[in-house]
């Protein structure tokens, strides 16, 4: 899991949960319930790290740790 926080909310428009990660930008998922949202956003943020962790590597870049923010929810 990564420490890269992540924003769960209610989309009123599309009638769906959103988790959103505020650090890595275009990372969100949506699903039927929040748990389903979060383990959505979960899998597409690894996915997601694990390109730009190879990429950085490759360049030799730094990356910034996550945003230190409390932690609002978690995918079990």
């Given at each position: 899991?990564?420490?890269?926080?992540?924003?769960?909310?209610?989309?009123?428009?599309?009638?769906?949960?959103?988790a959103?990660?505020?650090?890595?930008?275009?990372?969100?998922?949506?699903?039927?319930?929040?748990?389903?949202a979060?383990?959505?956003?979960?899998?597409?943020?690894?996915?997601?790290?694990?390109?730009?962790?190879?990429?950085?590597?490759?360049?030799?870049?730094a990356l910034?740790?996550?945003t230190?923010?409390?932690?609002?929810a978690?995918?079990?």
């Open positions: 899991m990564t420490n890269h926080p992540i924003l769960p909310f209610w989309d009123e428009v599309d009638g769906v949960w959103v959103d990660v505020p650090d890595v930008r275009f990372c969100s998922a949506h699903g039927e319930t929040a748990e389903a979060l383990r959505n956003v979960t899998e597409a943020l690894a996915d997601i790290l694990a390109d730009i962790l190879a990429d950085a590597a490759e360049r030799g870049i910034l740790p996550p230190e923010r409390p932690v609002l978690q995918a079990s």
